[in-house]
Every structure is written in structure tokens, then in C-alpha cells.
T-cell receptor
Framework: DGGITQSPKYLFRKEGQNVTLSCEQN?????MYWYRQDPGQGLRLIYY???????QKGDIAEGYSVSREKKESFPLTVTSAQKNPTAFYLC???????????FGSGTQLSVL | QQQVKQSPQSLIVQKGGISIINCAYE??????FPWYQQFPGKGPALLIA?????SEKKEGRFTISFNKSAKQFSLHIMDSQPGDSATYFCAASRNTGGFKTIFGAGTRLFVKA
């Protein structure tokens, strides 16, 4: 079953805590993306990576960090510096030939 | 320059009717215009996409109309069904600079049975 797998589906963060969201893909795509979705708003780009060991900040990178050590994996860490982390987080990868984005099922992060 | 403006914010359509969602962009460097459909608690999925060299693309009940001079494009859903009730996002991207996709704010569509 190919695609993007995000885990966990629900995550709770305590004050001052860093949390990491997992994103794995078996589509053999080079490019991967993290988006944040708030109610009634569009998807805003946090970070993206076009190739292993390389990544760039998106429009709202402050308070977040990523790594891309393997082609299949692109984890996102929400640090304690992110003061308003409650949102639905979406990971995606891009097919270079069709330019189509494939999304995971998302992680809902809430603050305790 | 990077924004994609989408309207309406929400839409209620009778079953069998036509749903129309509009988007406008500013950056003429965009060269790929997809529409994504999202159901609650799920990630978006590509519905249909168009490039600026054509003015219309149809796939089943879904049609994109593209007006390059006006920098606008729209999604038409013919014979709308209750199963079409979802949030729809227009988007735009270009094949340079990391290929970032810019999304509209979304339209919540509800089709009444």
C-alpha cells in the first residue's frame, strides 16, 4: 500500500515541550513538504526538502525544525519556541513528472 | 505576488446543481494550477489540474476554466452530489525555486440531498 504515512494521528504537547511528528513515504519521491492547516485557512508551508540532506524554510518556519537524513523520511519537530502550535499538520511528497502532491492523513496537535 | 485568493468561503448547493468556486492569482510565473479536495480529518487529494496553455479541462463532472489574461481560474462541479461535500482548495505553483505550492484559503461545499 503505497503513499505517505503520518504518525501519530493525535498528539498533545505540554508547555515547554518539544514534540516530533513522523512522516514516511514509499513513493520514491525526492521532494517532501510540511504544511500547517488552521480552521478556515489554507495550507501554509513550514519547511520543504528537495533532496536528502537538504531543506529550506517555508513561509512559517519559526518554532519548527526538520531533518532529511533518508529519502523516505521527513520528520517535523515542533519546538517550545512555537507559541501557538495547535493545528492540523500535513506532510506531502511531490511526483516530479506529474507535479502532483501526495498528502498524508495528517496529525492533529493540541496543547495541554 | 505569492497569494492565491479563493471565493466563496462556503457554498451550499442543491443536489444536481452546479457548484462554482473561483480563484485569482497575481504571479504570472505560476505554471501549474491544481484543485485539491479534502474530507474532514483527511489530507487533501488532487482532483484536477490545468496548465496555462489551455483554457479548459474537463474530467467527468469536474471542469477547470482558466483565464490567463484575467489571472483567474475556476472549478465547476456539474450534477453536484452529497458525496461531493468537502473542502476544496485551489493552488498554484511554478517549476522553479523549490516548486512551492501556494494554496487558497479553501471553500467548504455542502450539497443538500
Amino acid at each position: 500500500d503505497g503513499g505517505i504515512t503520518q504518525s501519530p494521528k493525535y498528539l498533545f504537547r505540554k508547555e515547554g515541550q518539544n514534540v516530533t511528528l513522523s512522516c514516511e513515504q514509499n513513493l520514491n519521491h525526492d521532494a517532501m513538504y510540511w504544511y500547517r492547516q488552521d480552521p478556515g485557512q489554507g495550507l501554509r508551508l513550514i519547511y520543504y526538502s528537495q533532496i536528502v540532506n537538504d531543506f529550506q524554510k517555508g513561509d512559517i518556519a519559526e518554532g519548527y525544525s526538520v531533518s532529511r537524513e533518508k529519502k523516505e523520511s521527513f520528520p517535523l519537530t515542533v519546538t517550545s519556541a512555537q507559541k501557538n502550535p495547535t493545528a492540523f499538520y500535513l506532510c506531502a511528497s511531490r511526483d516530479r513528472m506529474t507535479e502532483k502532491l501526495f498528502f498524508g492523513s495528517g496529525t492533529q496537535l493540541s496543547v495541554l | 505576488q505569492q497569494q492565491v485568493k479563493q471565493s466563496p468561503q462556503s457554498l451550499i448547493v442543491q443536489k444536481g446543481g452546479i457548484s462554482i468556486i473561483n480563484c485569482a492569482y497575481e504571479n504570472t510565473a505560476f505554471d501549474y494550477f491544481p484543485w485539491y479536495q479534502q474530507f474532514p480529518g483527511k489530507g487533501p487529494a488532487l482532483l484536477i489540474a490545468i496548465r496555462p496553455d489551455v483554457s479548459e479541462k474537463k474530467e467527468g463532472r469536474f471542469t477547470i476554466s482558466f483565464n490567463k489574461s484575467a489571472k483567474q481560474f475556476s472549478l465547476h462541479i456539474m450534477d453536484s452530489q452529497p458525496g461531493d461535500s468537502a473542502t476544496y482548495f485551489c493552488a498554484a505553483s511554478r517549476n522553479t525555486g523549490g516548486f512551492k505550492t501556494i494554496f487558497g484559503a479553501g471553500t467548504r461545499l455542502f450539497v443538500k440531498a
